[in-house]
């Protein structure tokens, strides 16, 4: 196991912290392709359950992506899954290995020599493999990488998009128009940067934040999104439709409102490609 449980424990502190809603975990958790055991426990003991199944089923490092993605701001949290990535998916050349350990033995011989004993500083970063044949094993907390070539083989984690994957909260401006956004056409007021409102996205993040999303049914757009401020209110005044297949540009990062769903800011200039004309309106 990579991981000790007085390790795993800490890591589950530590993401229960910041996730500490259920709903935001198992959603994180299925995006890494991981099922959780719905039994109510709370966030530090359900964490810990997460991270010892995802490491078991060597889907830590797809954990640590999609968990992320969801603050590239938020500098611990990247230290943290970039540690979780890496340490996961190290991967040794036996080939070189071999070759080095017998090029050692000819100076030193081959008592008390092991690989695992040399104080190489563990090398956390990848880059494309080689050509000739590699096995990927699972390192321990005290492993280390042994390359003796003059070019590491190693891997780099996954590089993150800038901009945040989602948000839990979203203030429109306190200057903003008001009334119909029908202007100077569907969803537009009369500057760019003019706040218009949100609209709902479904249960499937449509995507990172300036990003190019399809809207895959239509939509009203209204003054404000449900949530806590609100009551949960999905009935605000409509400012704009949007149909199916705008193309709309994503600002400002989705916001996830309990139970899982997202709603998108949208401000004048967001729509940058308009559906057909025969497309439908607004359905939900």
Not at 53 to 65: D, E, S, V, W, Y
Request: glycine residues 8%.
């Amino acid at each position: 196991m990579m991981f000790s449980d007085h390790e795993c424990r800490e890591l589950a502190a530590f993401f229960a912290k910041r996730f500490s809603e259920p709903s935001v975990r198992t959603m994180l958790a299925r995006q890494a392709g991981i099922k959780e055991d719905e039994d109510g426990a709370d966030p530090g003991v359900a964490w810990e359950r997460l991270i010892t199944t995802a490491q078991n089923r060597r889907k830590l490092p797809k954990l640590a992506i999609v968990a992320a993605k969801t603050d590239a701001t938020d500098q611990n949290l990247q230290a943290v899954c970039n540690l979780l990535g890496a340490r996961a998916r190290i991967v040794r050349n036996r080939t070189i290995a071999a070759a080095a350990a017998a090029c050692l033995a000819i100076s030193f011989g081959y008592a008390g020599f092991t690989i695992g004993n040399d104080d190489t500083t563990p090398v956390l970063a990848e880059v494309s493999l080689p050509a000739e044949p590699v096995i990927e094993e699972v390192l321990s907390v005290e492993d280390a990488v042994v390359v003796t070539e003059a070019d590491p083989v190693i891997e780099e984690p996954p590089e993150i998009p800038d901009g945040p994957a989602y948000t839990t909260a979203h203030t429109a401006p306190e200057d903003r128009p008001t009334g119909p956004a029908w202007r100077n056409g569907r969803c537009t007021y009369s500057n760019a940067g003019d706040f218009i409102g949100y609209w709902y996205a479904g249960d499937e993040l449509p995507g990172r934040q300036g990003e190019i999303a399809e809207v895959k049914l239509g939509v009203n757009v209204r003054m404000d999104y449900p949530g806590l401020h609100n009551d949960f209110d999905t009935r605000a005044k409509v400012r704009c439709i949007l149909k199916r297949g705008d193309k709309v540009k994503l600002t400002d990062a989705a916001i996830l409102v309990p139970p899982g769903k997202y709603w998108v800011p949208l401000y004048h200039g967001d729509l940058v490609e308009e559906a057909p004309e025969e497309n439908l309106v607004a359905v939900r």
